[in-house]
């Protein structure tokens, strides 16, 4: 990463289309105003929390929700809400910009693949993203696309981003995998060179534990 690289939380306005981002806290400052809460800017965080569709789904299908506006203004926070974070998403997954984040109980930082965001949901206030594999925390993103990491990075991040589902496998199981998810990008010879950097060996099945120099 960069010296240019933000959490989540600190700057969604750089983050995001700003365009989209000023509808938002004004649709978000309208939905305080119909339920009678008090609007902080600061809390336009909170509208880009992921919640249940059900609500909005139902509100939809039902014209006569549309007219009680403290709906209406919900409805409208949820539209822009999904488009800022799928336009987020979409710039991660092409690799505009370049993420990372902690795998707990790994303290150290991991490039998080762009391929992953397919499947990753992104919690803006928390500064995580979660899915079905992977769970990062403390997510921090570029917001200028660093020059792309060699091919012997590529083979590292893999085998890091992987270790909870390949730990228990040979490897002579896990390459195949590494050649599959790498494609044209895979050698040998930089499998081998991860491999041996991470676990500190040149075959066989991984230690319970991946050794302590892997993060050097």
Not at 55 to 75: C, G, K, L, Y
Request: aromatic share 8%; net charge positive; charged share 30%.
């Amino acid at each position: 990463m960069t010296a240019d690289d933000f959490s989540l939380q600190e700057v969604p306005d750089r983050l995001f289309d700003p365009k989209l981002w000023s509808m938002l806290k004004l649709a978000f400052a309208s939905c305080s105003q119909s339920s009678g809460t008090a609007y902080r800017d600061a809390e336009a965080l909170e509208a880009l929390r992921p919640d249940s569709t059900s609500f909005i789904a139902s509100a939809r299908r039902d014209p006569t929700s549309w007219e009680n506006p403290v709906v209406a203004a919900q409805i409208r926070v949820a539209e822009l809400r999904d488009r800022l974070l799928a336009d987020l998403r979409n710039k991660l997954t092409l690799g505009e910009l370049l993420a990372t984040g902690l795998v707990p109980p790994d303290p150290s930082r991991v490039e998080i693949p762009a391929f992953l965001w397919s499947e990753l949901k992104l919690i803006v206030p928390d500064g995580a993203a979660t899915g079905e594999r992977f769970n990062f925390e403390d997510v921090r993103i570029a917001l200028t696309a660093p020059r792309p990491p060699n091919r012997a990075a590529r083979h590292l991040n893999w085998i890091r981003t992987h270790l909870p589902e390949i730990q228990e496998l040979t490897k002579k199981e896990i390459l195949p995998k590494a050649k599959f998810a790498l494609g044209t990008d895979f050698r040998v010879r930089d499998f081998n060179a991860a491999y041996s950097k991470i676990f500190e060996r040149n075959r066989g099945r991984p230690p319970k534990r991946p050794a302590a120099k892997q993060n050097k």
